[in-house]
């Protein structure tokens, strides 16, 4: 099939990892792939003849105008939307807009806050796969070996919980001399600054923070050598560390709620929490799609940390390799195809 896969040249950075990685692994099955980067906002089903493609797959939040683009260039050839579920949908009306072939969304969770949010031919879901950079190197791997520091990267928004994490290792800090063996590294946008600390302040507590947006090469490095990766986020649509981290052979710790709760692999680490339970809050900088996020203790999070810092490097290695294996089985990026037969343009 000949295919375009669109990402819009604004987007974050992990829009774009994903869809270079769904380009990359439909190229990997034999299609011939054009990876697009755009300016969404512009009329791009006015500006191309996409006729001459089998299906072009979009990989962008599924708001109103993205649905009516992707609906415009499905006069011309099937238009799936890749649904990334970051964004505002909340009291978007879909009614008297031209509908896209289908809308494929990132997770189960996922899927069914865009049937919630009527967003129109929702057919299915299909989690993110390893990115094809990060499986080449995971497939070089010879041997793992864990070095004595956590790691947490991505965004800074209160959902991603970056304030607790500080918190529990400020507090295990304190109470557990073991913990001062160890190095917590933040790749972020904002130093956490609830309570006033400063990056000087931090280095106190081991906590670092590095750049961001950091080298591809070097943070695919950082997540190697890690004893676990941070995500106990309260609200995700999918959570890219829960597949690239295994995948490199490193654990991570996480909520046990959905989505990341859905990937079911040894090294996932689980934090026990109330899914669904917090109160809506609306926040203009961050996303409303979704309805209640999760809610976790601190001292949960706290433990689960500790923990996992105890095991000894024998064991935290065994467990990883074993979640690196299955991480790579179950997700390698040839399974993007899945993408197009959820769609329904292959059997």
């Known amino acids: 099939?000949?295919?375009?896969?669109?990402?819009?040249?604004?987007?974050?950075?992990?829009?774009?990892?994903?869809?270079?990685?769904?380009?990359?692994?439909?190229?990997?099955?034999?299609?011939?792939?054009?990876?697009?980067?755009?300016y969404f906002n512009y009329g791009m089903s006015r500006q191309y003849a996409w006729s001459i493609y089998d299906a072009v797959i979009l990989v962008d939040v599924p708001r109103r105008m993205i649905v009516h683009e992707a609906g415009a260039i499905s006069t011309q050839a099937p238009a799936v939307v890749y649904g990334i579920t970051e964004g505002r949908l909340v009291g978007q009306d879909y009614t008297g807009i031209m509908v896209p072939h289908a809308v494929v969304a990132i997770s189960k969770y996922a899927y069914e806050m865009l049937k919630l949010s009527n967003v129109p031919n929702v057919v299915g879901y299909v989690h993110h796969m390893v990115p094809p950079d990060i499986y080449n190197y995971a497939m070089g791997i010879k041997e793992v070996r864990k070095q004595r520091y956590f790691l947490y990267y991505g965004g800074s928004w209160r959902r991603k919980s970056l304030d607790d994490i500080v918190a529990a290792w400020v507090y295990l800090f304190h109470t557990e001399p073991l913990m001062r063996r160890f190095k917590l590294f933040i790749v972020s946008d904002r130093v956490p600054?609830?309570?006033?600390?400063?990056?000087?302040?931090?280095?106190?507590?081991?906590?670092?923070?590095?750049?961001?947006?950091?080298?591809?090469?070097?943070?695919?490095?950082?997540?190697?050598?890690?004893?676990?990766?941070?995500?106990?986020?309260?609200?995700?649509?999918?959570?890219?560390?829960?597949?690239?981290?295994?995948?490199?052979?490193?654990?991570?710790?996480?909520?046990?709620?959905?989505?990341?709760?859905?990937?079911?692999?040894?090294?996932?680490i689980k934090v026990p929490a109330r899914c669904f339970a917090g109160q809506e809050q609306y926040d203009p900088a961050g996303p409303d799609i979704y309805f209640k996020p999760h809610v976790f203790d601190r001292r949960d999070l706290a433990?689960?940390?500790?923990?996992?810092?105890?095991?000894?490097?024998?064991?935290?290695?065994?467990?990883?390799?074993?979640?690196?294996?299955?991480?790579?089985?179950?997700?390698?990026?040839?399974?993007?195809?899945?993408?197009?037969?959820?769609?329904?343009?292959?059997?």
Do not use: W
Not at 193 to 219: H, V
Not at 314 to 342: C, D, H, N, S, W
């Open 1 to 38: 099939m000949r295919i375009a896969v669109l990402v819009n040249v604004f987007a974050g950075i992990s829009y774009k990892t994903v869809a270079e990685s769904v380009a990359s692994g439909l190229q990997m099955v034999g299609h011939d792939v054009n990876l697009m980067r755009l």
């Open 193 to 268: 600054n609830k309570y006033g600390l400063t990056e000087t302040d931090l280095r106190m507590f081991n906590i670092y923070r590095l750049s961001y947006p950091m080298d591809r090469a070097t943070l695919i490095r950082l997540i190697s050598g890690a004893y676990a990766v941070l995500l106990p986020s309260k609200i995700e649509g999918f959570g890219m560390p829960v597949i690239e981290a295994p995948a490199l052979g490193t654990p991570v710790i996480t909520l046990d709620c959905p989505p990341m709760n859905e990937v079911e692999l040894p090294s996932i």
């Open 303 to 347: 433990e689960v940390l500790f923990t996992t810092a105890s095991m000894e490097p024998e064991e935290i290695e065994k467990l990883a390799v074993e979640g690196m294996k299955a991480a790579l089985e179950k997700y390698p990026p040839t399974r993007y195809e899945e993408i197009l037969k959820v769609a329904g343009l292959l059997t």
